[in-house]
């Protein structure tokens, strides 16, 4: 297994452009994890998939925002008419739901400047 | 509602020198607790997790934690660090039980200088 891969690894795109990022996670981890991380802050959490259902999202995550996981696998999580605020890494995470391996495995983030 | 607080935003340290990054949360349930380091424009790596059992817990690159229940606690130790472990900490907690999303503090950046 390769872990969890993210694409693009970079996007840069006008203010009011729509973007869309892929995260493929560890193929056997049943929960996806969607975060965004802003300069000298933590991770902050946007949504997350049990498998393909959409179990929770963040106040954070606005109605520009929209994520899916359709076949319980990859999944995307696309901006609509972006702003300069959404400028951000987005990381994307997967883990196992059993107790004993636990953790997230967080992929290497998608960097989104907005010009 | 789970928080973290990291009280260090930024710890420097020279070369074989000990570190500790200090980590406190707040919860009113039980919980998992993690510490992962994040070097400069890549994802998160999990360098050791609190879920049950003995409070001392070992991860990789020699580091270690150890989990204080009654000081709501979960500090970040090394005794000897070195000039690759520069880079930032993130401590996280999660409701136990598998439930529930991590909540990240703010971070560390450890500098360790020669």
């Known amino acids: 297994d390769t872990g969890v891969s993210q694409d693009p690894r970079h996007k840069i795109t006008k203010r009011g452009q729509n973007v869309t990022f892929r995260c493929d996670p560890i193929?056997?981890?049943?929960?996806l994890y969607w975060y965004r991380q802003t300069l000298g802050q933590g991770p902050e959490f946007l949504t997350y998939f049990q498998n393909e259902a959409q179990l929770e999202k963040s106040r954070l995550l606005s109605d520009r925002f929209s994520a899916e996981r359709p076949k319980g696998s990859f999944s995307t999580l696309e901006i609509q008419r972006t702003e300069q605020g959404d400028s951000a890494m987005y990381l994307c995470?997967?883990?196992?739901?059993?107790?004993?391996?636990?953790?997230?495995?967080f992929g290497s983030g998608t960097r989104l400047t907005v010009v | 509602a789970q928080s973290v607080t990291q009280l260090d935003s930024q710890v420097p340290v020279f070369e074989e020198a000990p570190v500790e990054l200090r980590c406190n949360y707040s919860?009113?349930?039980?919980?998992?607790l993690f510490w992962y380091v994040q070097y400069p424009n890549q994802g998160l790596q999990l360098l050791l997790k609190?879920?049950?059992?003995?409070?001392l817990v070992k991860g990789i690159n020699g580091f270690e934690a150890e989990f204080n229940k009654s000081q709501t606690s979960f500090h970040l130790r090394k005794p000897s660090v070195h000039i690759s472990d520069t880079a930032e900490y993130f401590c996280a907690v999660s409701r136990g039980g598998s439930q529930g999303n991590l909540i990240f503090g703010k971070g560390t950046k450890l500098s360790v200088k020669p």
């Open positions: 919860s009113s349930v039980s919980v998992y």
């Open positions: 193929s056997e981890h049943n929960r």
């Open positions: 995470a997967s883990s196992p739901t059993n107790r004993e391996n636990y953790g997230y495995t």
């Open positions: 609190y879920l049950s059992g003995s409070t």
